[in-house]
Nanobody, 125 residues
């Protein structure tokens, strides 16, 4: 069974930086793509970034491209999301997830089978 635990969320000001971590248990960590998603009140969960099992390939939502960086350390089963130049519209609960498939990176939440409990990120203006 795979368990995911996010950490690193918090309250920051616009323009600040923050790094989220996602600690994973389970032997599939290094085999499958993983992703970060976020959800704001009243909105659907949206794709933020994804990374291949090896870490060689990444994908980003247009809204975060150039500001967010996804990475992973398979040696310690940890996924990261480095966020810089944060904006108030980045305020959301951020979730890490493991893809159901070993294929191309996908922005579709339904293709991810395991989810963390979420970490709140609040960016004040």
């Amino acid at each position: 069974q795979v368990q995911l635990v996010e950490s690193g969320g918090g309250l920051v000001q616009a323009g600040d930086s923050l790094r989220l971590s996602c600690a994973a248990s389970g032997r599939i960590f290094s085999s499958y793509p993983m992703g970060w998603f976020r959800q704001s009140p009243g909105k659907e969960r949206e794709f933020v970034a994804a990374i291949s099992g090896s870490g060689a390939t990444t994908s980003y939502a247009d809204s975060v491209k150039g500001r967010f960086t996804i990475s992973r350390d398979n040696a310690i089963n940890t996924l990261y999301l480095q966020m810089i130049r944060l904006k108030p519209e980045d305020t959301a609960i951020y979730y890490c997830a493991v893809s159901r498939l070993m294929g191309p990176l996908s922005p579709e939440p339904k293709l991810y089978g395991y989810w963390g409990q979420g970490a709140q990120v609040t960016v004040s203006s």
